[in-house]
């Protein structure tokens, strides 16, 4: 079974950049597409950004043009760089794998996540 390891969050100013990461275990990593997902207080947790197996990526309407995602096979480490935040950007960021493409439904047991704050 995958675990997996989310780092990098912290607070941060509006229109500030963070870069996250997920390091995963395991040696079958580069088969699964990932994605990051977050969760903001009272909230239901949403997908933000996914990457497949092969690069190709897509973004949710809230976050494209500002958030990339990208994978490093090697290092088994997924990354998301978030550009612009905004105040509604504030949540806990998790990653995992996706069942189906855009799905919340997820492969993996959820890590503990990492908060990104954003505030003045």
């Known amino acids: 079974q995958v675990q997996l390891v989310e780092s990098g969050g912290g607070l941060v100013q509006p229109g500030g950049s963070l870069r996250l990461s997920c390091a995963a275990s395991?040696?079958?990593?580069?088969?699964?597409?990932m994605g990051w997902y977050r969760q903001a207080p009272g909230k239901q947790r949403e997908l933000v950004a996914a990457i497949t197996r092969g690069g190709s990526t897509n973004y949710a309407d809230s976050v494209q043009g500002r958030f990339t995602i990208s994978r490093d096979n090697a290092k088994n480490t997924v990354y998301l760089q978030m550009n612009s935040l905004k105040p509604e950007d504030t949540a806990v960021y998790y990653c995992?794998?996706?069942?189906?493409?855009?799905?919340?439904?997820?492969?993996?047991?959820w890590g503990q996540g990492t908060q990104v704050t954003v505030s003045s």
């Open positions: 995992n794998a996706p069942l189906s493409r855009g799905s919340t439904r997820v492969i993996f047991d």
């Open positions: 395991g040696n079958r990593f580069s088969i699964y597409a």
